[in-house]
């Protein structure tokens, strides 16, 4: 029976992650469906539990975990591992905080790049930071906006591009000038060459401003979901005067966001605790 009750719920959660991800990949959500495969991943695992599971546990019970310190090890390993994940997910969900700009109004408003499909229309996920974009950008026409995000593999042409004319249709006219950033293929390259763009655009227009003792105000637009990491990444890059505004995570999308910020936590702490014994990565 006991077997019988595991074989039930294994097979009920493959169902579960097909269906979500196939729930995923209808309501397009830009590149994250390519870390939405991770359902599929589990959907194979709970399918096999399900059909040989005991013989599974039996096998691993003999060679894995035949001695009681390689056990123990796992253990601790997968108890380090949960709670380490929960930290992450608590920063992820943490407000990101007012900060106080002692009356200074916004001078450059940062549209994360979010994905394009392959007619060049945003995701999902992107348009949903576009409006909430030409929302701030209709009541604060002096901010410039700047557009974020390269090329990717599957797309026609680069996002910032398809930002820009989104922007330009829904804002009205005169509108916010809109700089294009278009090489962008992550997070991080996102506020390295923006900062470049907006220290150029600082050079043209206020050639006498030192932005370094006076630097410019920079409002970050992206998901709830992604919005911490990207404050603490844009302020890591050299920001020193950065908010965001947090855009909601469509239902839907929110497990596997979510999720995938854990997982962009997880690379980034592996990759500072590397550097410091191999500086060259």
Known sequence: ?????????????????????????????????????????AALAFTLFAFDGERIGDTLGRTLFRR????????????FFITISLAFLVLICAPPGAKDTGG????????????????????????SRLDRAAEYMRANPSVTVL???????????????TMARYLESKAEKP????????????TIENFTFSKKMIADREKEI??????????????????????NRALFLARREGYA????????????????????EVGSYWKFLIRSLLKVFIPSI
């Open 68 to 79: 009681k310190g390689v056990r123990r090890f796992c253990g601790l390993f997968a108890l």
């Open 241 to 260: 005067d950065v908010s965001g505004i947090p855009v909601p995570t469509p239902p839907v999308a929110a497990p596997n966001n979510y999720l995938r």
């Open 206 to 227: 206020h050639p006498e401003r030192d932005i370094a003792c006076d630097p410019p105000s920079v409002l970050v637009i992206t998901n709830e979901s992604h919005l």
């Open 175 to 186: 509108h916010s000038p809109i700089l294009e950033e278009r090489a962008a293929l992550n």
């Open 147 to 161: 557009v974020t995000g390269g090329k990717g593999e599957k797309e026609p042409w680069t996002e910032a591009e």
């Open 104 to 127: 200074k109004e916004i001078e450059y408003l940062v549209v994360l790049g979010g994905g394009i499909r392959e007619n060049g229309e945003p995701s999902v996920t992107l348009k």
């Open 1 to 41: 029976m006991k077997t019988r009750h595991w074989r039930i719920a294994s097979a009920t959660a493959s169902l579960i992650c097909i269906a979500y991800f196939v729930a995923l990949k209808i309501s397009d959500h830009g590149p994250l469906i390519d870390f939405a495969l991770i359902w599929l991943s």
